[in-house]
Structures are given as C-alpha cells and as structure tokens.
C-alpha cells in the first residue's frame, strides 16, 4: 500500500504549489511531516519551456523541497473542466495518499485554470468522502478518504488571507525551489518570450510578499492561505 501522507498539495501547473506555499512546505518537511504534490497538468500551454522540460524542472523542485511522492494527471492544460471524470482522478489521489490537509490553488486568480483547479480539489476532497464512490487503483478498490481541511494558498492576485504561516528560516528553499523552474522565471539573457511571470519584478514579489506577510504577524517571512471554513484552534495558546 502507498504510503500515507501528512499534506496532499495540488496544483493546476508544476510550479503553482512552489510558488503559492513553498516555504510552508519544507518547513513542514522539516517538522518531519511528509508532504506530496499533484501537479494537475503538464502546463504544456505555457509561453515558456515545453512539457518534458517543466517535468524535469517539477522533479528537481520536489527534491529541493523534500518531497514524498509526486504526481501528474495530465489534464489538459487550459481545458480541463470541473466534472466528473476529472473529479474521480483527483479523488483517486486523495484516497491513494489519505492526507489530512489539502492544499489547492487560489480561489481566484490572473489564470483561469488557477481558480478552476481551486473548485475541483475542494469538491473532490468533500466527495472522497463518500464510501459510495467507488474509485479503483491498479484494479484494486480504494477505501473513502475525506481530508480533514482543505486550505487554499495565493498565487498572482493580492487576495486577503484568513491565515499566514511564519517559514522565517525557509524562504530560501522555496526560492530555490522556484527557480528550478529556469524555463519559466526570470533568467537574464533569455532569447524567450517575455510573460508576466518572466519579470524580474515578479520574482522580487515572491520574496517582499512574504516579507510584508511576515511583518504584519511581526516574522521574517510568511505565507498566506484562505480557508473554507472557521479556522478551529484547541486553544488559544497554540496561535503564536
Ligand atoms: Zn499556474
């Protein structure tokens, strides 16, 4: 049997869940948890790069960061719907690895597929729940797994978070981890197309968001994430 995960992180492209919660993942990591990433297309439409090249830049980003298991359904880019058949393969996912927390993209976002991916893992996440769903895995019938939360993480849009983590001490992996995607990001030189994302503005953002973040919450760094439901605490002395 697979093994069980801690934290199942879903993104539409390789590289959103980098760039959306990087730092709070190798600090989970580091915290012993064991964390896996479904990466929901090839991001084969990207200006940038190509498929086999955003696969090898996705393996090399897990290593980075220290991740379990990773995964790629290959939807299509783009075009991937919010329906049946791409909810079962996300279910799939969810009961193969039995996370309790679900990280997926941003509820809304510059990218259409970004808030379009945010839906489908969240709904997907309530139906693996469901016993009478029956899904099957190399032929062999899966059990129901519901996470118990599923947190959003933000992306290119300045949206408000409901939480932040402090990854002071961790910025540096997610950076490094960001750029591994060297076809995508900023790289001086490059003879490719310019996009919003090839900005060295762009990659300045990575940092001074997290930077402002973790000023408000008076750290160094911080991630941002909203949530679907009240954020539930066992007590008040476990908020820092
Ligand atoms: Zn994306």
Known sequence: MTMKLDIL???AHPDDVELGCGATLAKEISLSKKVGIIDLTRGELGTRGSAEIRDQEAAAAAKILGITARENLRFRDGFFT??????LEVIKMIRKYRPEIVLCNAIDDRHIDHGKASKLV??????SGLRRIETT?????????????VYH????????????VDVTGFIDSKIEAVLAYSSQFYEPGSQEPITPITSKNFLDSITYRAQDLGRLIGTDFAEGFTVERYL????????I
């Open 122 to 127: 969240s709904e997907a996440a309530f139906l």
């Open 9 to 11: 992180a879903f993104g």
């Open 153 to 164: 993480y933000i992306q290119w849009k300045n949206i408000e978070p409901d939480f932040v």
């Open 137 to 149: 895995i190399d032929g062999i019938p899966q059990d129901a797994w519901r996470p118990k939360v």
């Open 232 to 239: 539930a605490v066992n007590s008040l002395d476990n908020l």
């Open 82 to 87: 919010n329906d049946e058949y791409h909810q």
